[in-house]
C-alpha cells in the first residue's frame, strides 16, 4: 500500500536504485524525485553529469503521467522526445525533481520538469513527450 505521499507503491527500478534515486511522491499528473548527490554522480569538473539531470527530468515527468491510483493497475510509458535546459550549477548535495503531466491523450501525453537542489536552486528544466505502453 501506498503512503500519504503515494510513494511507495513502487520500488527503485534496478538503475534508479543504482544512482540512489528515490520517488518521495506520486500522485495523479505529478512526480517527485530525489537524488543525493556523490562522487559518481559528478563529471570530470566535479560538478553533477547532465546525464543525472536528464534522468531525473524523463523519470520524474514519466511518472507524473503514469499514475493509475492503483498498484495493481501498472501503466508504463516510452519517452518519444525529451528536452533539457542546464540553467546553473547546485549549491546544495541532494537534487530534487518535479514532473508534471501538461496534456495528451490516449496515446501520448506531455509534461514539464524542473531540477534544484535543497537550498532552491533551479538547476535544470525540461519538457517531453511519452507514449502510453499497452
Known amino acids: 500500500m501506498a503512503d500519504e505521499n503515494g510513494a511507495s507503491w513502487e ?7 543504482h544512482i540512489g534515486m ?7 499528473d505529478f512526480a517527485r524525485l530525489e537524488l543525493p548527490l556523490a562522487e559518481h554522480t559528478q563529471n570530470r569538473h566535479g560538478t553533477p553529469h547532465g546525464g543525472i539531470h ?6 520524474c515527468m514519466g511518472y507524473a503521467g503514469c499514475w493509475t491510483g492503483d498498484p495493481d493497475n501498472v501503466q ?6 525529451l528536452s533539457v535546459n542546464y ?9 530534487i525533481a518535479e514532473g508534471r503531466k501538461t496534456g495528451g491523450g490516449r496515446r501520448t501525453f506531455f509534461a ?6 535543497e ?7 525540461g519538457t517531453g513527450v511519452f507514449r502510453y505502453r499497452g
Open 22 to 28: 528515490d520517488l518521495t511522491e506520486w500522485r495523479a
Open 76 to 81: 508504463l510509458c516510452l519517452t518519444l522526445n
Open 11 to 17: 520500488r527503485p527500478y534496478p538503475f534508479a536504485a
Open 87 to 95: 540553467l546553473s550549477r547546485p549549491e546544495g548535495t541532494r537534487f
Open 112 to 117: 514539464e520538469g524542473t531540477v534544484r537542489d
Open 119 to 125: 537550498t532552491g536552486i533551479i538547476v535544470a528544466t
Open 54 to 59: 536528464a534522468t531525473l527530468l524523463d523519470t
